[in-house]
């Protein structure tokens, strides 16, 4: 994760050009996708704007990404990964509790995304997969990951691509974000 954080910061001249710790939507956070021939990591806004009132969408659900019309060309054009150290889910069940999901062992997880641009800006939604065991104790759905090894294929091979969004998700570990760090298993 660091060394895409030294690249875009590099490219941008400006080494307070990326937030740390924890993004939100509509925050910048660097993307990993085919821009002008080339895969590279540049800066994009997190979430679609919602074209009925206020907000943004964040999440498409893979299943249905390609019969909606928001989502279909970009599933189709313009896919990219999120790298990430891990990513938040709140456990709403009255403690309202926080953990922090990551892989097992790795330092970096990939998110699969979309891309468009809207009035000029570069922005992405992650998509997401029906929860496996390791996380359906705290949420229905999950990111889908995409393996390290397969980040190229993912951006650059559509079939390819549709058939990981089949795949099997990831076992993942789970932190409170109130403990001292203590590793935990939530199944």
């Known amino acids: 994760m660091a060394y895409i954080a030294e690249y875009i910061k590099k490219r941008h001249n400006n080494a307070n050009c990326i937030r740390t710790g924890e993004i939100f939507p509509t925050n910048t956070a660097p993307v990993i ?3 002008n ?5 540049e800066l994009f806004v ?5 074209f009925k009132g206020n907000g943004v969408i964040i999440n498409a659900r893979s299943e249905t990404a390609s019969e909606k019309p928001s989502f279909r060309s970009s599933l189709i054009e313009r896919r990219c990964v999120i790298p990430s150290t891990g990513f938040y889910e709140w456990k709403h069940d009255g403690t309202n509790k926080k953990y922090k999901f990551n892989l097992p062992y790795l330092e970096n997880l990939y998110m699969a ?14 998509l997401t997969a029906a929860a496996n065991r390791s996380m359906s104790g705290i949420h229905d759905r999950m990111p ?5 090894s397969e980040i190229k294929r993912w951006i650059l091979d559509t079939d390819a691509a549709m058939d990981m969004l089949r795949d099997t998700q990831p076992e993942l570990e789970a932190v409170s974000a109130d403990d001292t760090g203590e ?3 939530l199944w």
């Open 113 to 126: 995304g979309i891309w468009n641009e809207y009035n000029g800006e570069r922005r992405y939604v992650i």
């Open 144 to 148: 889908v990951i995409i393996p390290k």
């Open 33 to 35: 996708a085919e821009l």
């Open 183 to 185: 590793q935990m298993s």
């Open 37 to 41: 021939n080339e895969i590279a990591a």
């Open 46 to 50: 997190w979430g679609f704007p919602k």
